[in-house]
């Protein structure tokens, strides 16, 4: 990965917040709004977005009679972070890129 070819979706704060999150595992909409701290309309249409470009896969469920929607990075998410993490790393240690 180059500077020039960094994926769109991590060049937004709360996108990039949801795909670090969601690193270490699911998380519901909940979590991801207080670990996040935004709002419900901000964080459900970067949450599309993520899903619509498939960064994330979306589970929904009723948990005692109320619906519940959970998060999940997929792997092309998983992988596209990886590789942009070690293009941060790079640039950082001032290595070839």
């Not at 596209?80 to 890129?97: M, S």
């Amino acid at each position: 990965m180059e500077i020039s070819t960094i994926p769109k979706v991590f060049e937004n704060r709360i996108r990039l917040a949801i795909i670090t999150a969601l690193i270490s595992g699911e998380k519901t909409f909940k979590e991801l709004k207080v670990l996040i701290n935004a709002t419900d309309g901000n964080l459900g249409a970067q949450l599309l977005n993520l899903e619509s470009n498939e960064y994330i896969s979306v589970h929904k469920e009723f948990v005692n009679r109320k619906p519940q929607t959970s998060y999940k990075i997929t792997k092309k998410g998983e992988n596209e972070f990886r590789d942009y993490v070690d293009l941060l790393e790079k640039i950082l240690k001032g290595t070839n890129i």
